[in-house]
């Protein structure tokens, strides 16, 4: 079983960084890859960044690129999504999730990833 807590949300003028923690407990292992999706109000939820857990390859959504950082730390099990430049079309639910029997790139599909974290509320204002 694989449990995700989120933390880092928060009410942030347009321009200023969130830096976002996921800590992970439950196995990590060189097939796991970890994504940060988002759901706006009325939206479909989205990939925004993902990270391969065994090299730190990464993907990011074009809306976010040269703006965020995904990263992980093996000693802490957690992974961080560093949010700069926000815009207000940032505000979301941010969600960390987990998947872990993929071979390959880091999956862009919700329906690939296993377990969700409860999610983080991101407020970015004009």
């Known amino acids: 079983q694989v449990q995700l807590v989120e933390s880092g949300g928060g009410l942030v003028q347009a321009g200023g960084s969130l830096r976002l923690s996921c800590v992970v407990s439950?196995?990590?292992?060189?097939?796991?890859?970890m994504g940060w999706f988002r759901q706006a109000p009325g939206k479909e939820r989205e990939i925004v960044a993902g990270i391969r857990w065994s090299d730190s390859r990464t993907y990011y959504a074009d809306s976010v690129k040269g703006r965020f950082t995904i990263s992980r730390d093996n000693a802490k099990n957690t992974v961080y999504l560093q949010m700069n430049s926000l815009k207000p079309e940032d505000t979301a639910v941010y969600y960390c999730a987990f998947c872990g029997s993929v071979i390959g790139s880091v999956p862009v599909s919700k329906e690939a990833y296993d377990y969700w974290g409860q999610g983080t509320q991101v407020t970015v204002s004009s």
């Open positions: 439950g196995r990590t292992s060189s097939t796991v890859r």
